[in-house]
């Protein structure tokens, strides 16, 4: 018997071939796409990191450049969030606006420096590491030098731990590690709710400070000796050497008398 052309070359031959191709071709393609998706999801990483932020046009930017290559102007408002942030998503901002007036406003001008706003948000709960509890978010404001860059800004008003040009933590938080890996994204609503700073106290002397410096202040501007700001822990000399001048005067009227009532008796 003549076996079939079907036989002999292993193919499905007619229209039932071409259908069952196509469909074997298509699942091949989407098993190989959901492989493909899947293995990029697993291996999707976070971390945990301070980011360093600009206000600009009434928001939050992502710096383009590390704070090192940045000199702030005087005015200018900068960013600081400590956050758990995968890759290739939007950087989680500082939770409360750039507000120059509020931060800085109790700040007074200083000639030949610049004023530098800042947030410092440390972020959730959630964001910390395990043990650790995050600061609540504050504003300061740094007076520095008109050279002073962005790194040298936060460093004036906060603890930094700095490790090969990265910051790796502010105000103490975190403790340890520097922008590690997360396994678990933790779950934060989108947008963020706004953050109430905890702000800088008026940079301004007290009035008793004020006082006693003013009472304390030479004619001529010297400032006065430890002795003569003792309360009577110095050697009293003005009323001793009244004493003595009296003294002295007493024993020359006495001698004076004697020596007129020896003339008289001569």
């Not at 945990?48 to 704070?67: C, E, I, M, N």
Request: hydrophobic share 45%; with cysteine.
């Amino acid at each position: 018997m003549r076996r079939s052309s079907t036989a002999r070359t292993g193919r499905i031959a007619g229209p039932l071939s071409t259908a069952l191709l196509t469909t074997l071709t298509l699942a091949l393609a989407v098993g190989l796409l959901t492989t493909t998706v899947g293995a990029g999801v697993a291996q999707a990483a976070a971390y945990r990191y301070w980011g360093y932020f600009q206000w600009k046009d009434g928001a939050w930017t992502l710096a383009s450049v590390g704070p090192a290559s940045v000199t702030p102007a005087d005015g200018a408002v900068e960013g600081w969030r400590f956050a758990v942030s995968p890759e290739n998503s939007a950087p989680r901002v500082p939770r409360a606006a750039g507000d120059f007036g509020q931060i800085c406003g109790s700040t007074p001008a200083q000639a030949g420096h610049k004023r530098v706003a800042l947030v410092v948000d440390a972020g959730l709960a959630a964001d910390a590491p395990s043990g650790e509890s995050a600061p609540k978010p504050r504003g300061a404001c740094a007076v520095v030098d008109p050279k002073a860059t962005s790194a040298q800004v936060v460093a004036a008003v906060a603890e930094v731990r700095e490790q090969k040009g990265i910051i790796c933590a502010i105000d103490s938080f975190p403790s340890t590690g520097c922008g590690d890996p997360v396994d678990k994204v933790p779950a934060v609503p989108s947008p963020e709710p706004t953050v109430q700073l905890v702000l800088p106290a008026a940079a301004t002397p007290s009035p008793t400070a004020t006082a006693r410096n003013a009472a304390d202040q030479r004619p001529d501007g010297a400032t006065p000796s430890a002795a003569s700001d003792s309360d009577g822990d110095s050697f009293p000399i003005l009323p001793v050497l009244a004493v003595v001048l009296v003294i002295v005067l007493v024993a020359g009227g006495v001698a004076v008398r004697r020596h007129r009532a020896a003339e008289q008796d001569s």
